[in-house]
């Protein structure tokens, strides 16, 4: 019988082996369970972005302003402005520099008089070149050649008075001028817009645009239209 009696012993640490061996197994992991998003929604910065004129994105509508102008002076801006807040709308006249006429500028230094300034005009002139004296400021005295949107073009000028026996120079010039625009905070604007584009189409000098309230471009550059200006005495 003592066979048996073992056979039970070894039976019974098979059995024990193999449990242990189970148990060390580690079960399937369970899902985790995020708290429910129900109710928020994930936004992007881009889509959260208004897209403004020509495509600049300026930002959160609350950061968005809707311009209306420009005039040339404050009186008619500030007219305009009483008039559409009496239809409740609350904005601001602002004044922006606005560069026009960038020109390369051809011409002869200033001399040491007016009358020997006189001399040599006398000279260009009688040789069929279009020129005039500069009267006054920085530049008085000189002798003004001709002012082009190209530089080629001016500096072909240039080559040619110099060819000629002139001491021509180029420069490019530039004029200012002041405009003035009313803003209005986009999130604030009554009637969807609606006396604004009513503004707009009743005075075609006018435009309106969405800029961002933040980022007032203190000067703007308007190109001129003409290849070459020339102003004569």
């Not at 369970?30 to 936004?43: K, M, W």
């Not at 011409?107 to 006054?136: N, T, Y």
């Amino acid at each position: 019988m003592r066979w048996v009696f073992f056979c039970v012993l070894i039976l019974n640490v098979v059995y024990l082996v193999w449990s242990l061996a189970i148990s060390a197994v580690p079960t399937s992991a369970q899902p985790v369970v995020l708290p429910s998003s129900e109710g928020r929604q994930l936004t992007l910065l881009a889509e959260a972005g208004v897209e403004g004129d020509g495509g600049v994105q300026v930002g959160a509508a609350e950061d968005l302003c809707i311009t209306l102008g420009p005039w040339t002076s404050m009186a008619p801006a500030q007219q305009q402005l009483q008039v559409l807040s009496q239809k409740g709308y609350v904005g601001r006249v602002s004044p922006v520099q606005v560069i026009k006429d960038r020109l390369h500028w051809v011409f002869l230094p200033a001399l040491e008089s007016r009358e020997a300034a006189l001399k040599v005009l006398r000279d260009l002139q009688s040789k069929k070149v279009d020129s005039f004296i500069v009267g006054e400021g920085g530049d008085e005295n000189a002798i003004s050649l001709g002012y082009f949107s190209s530089p080629e073009s001016a500096r072909g000028l240039s080559v040619k008075m110099q060819t000629a026996g002139y001491p021509a120079e180029t420069r490019e010039t530039e004029r200012v001028e002041t405009e003035y625009w009313l803003y209005f905070a986009a999130s604030a604007v009554p009637d969807d817009g609606a006396a604004i584009r009513s503004v707009l189409a009743t005075d075609s000098a006018l435009s309106g645009k969405n800029v961002s309230c933040h980022n007032r471009p203190r000067f703007l550059l308007e190109e001129p239209a003409d290849a070459q200006k020339q102003v004569t005495e």
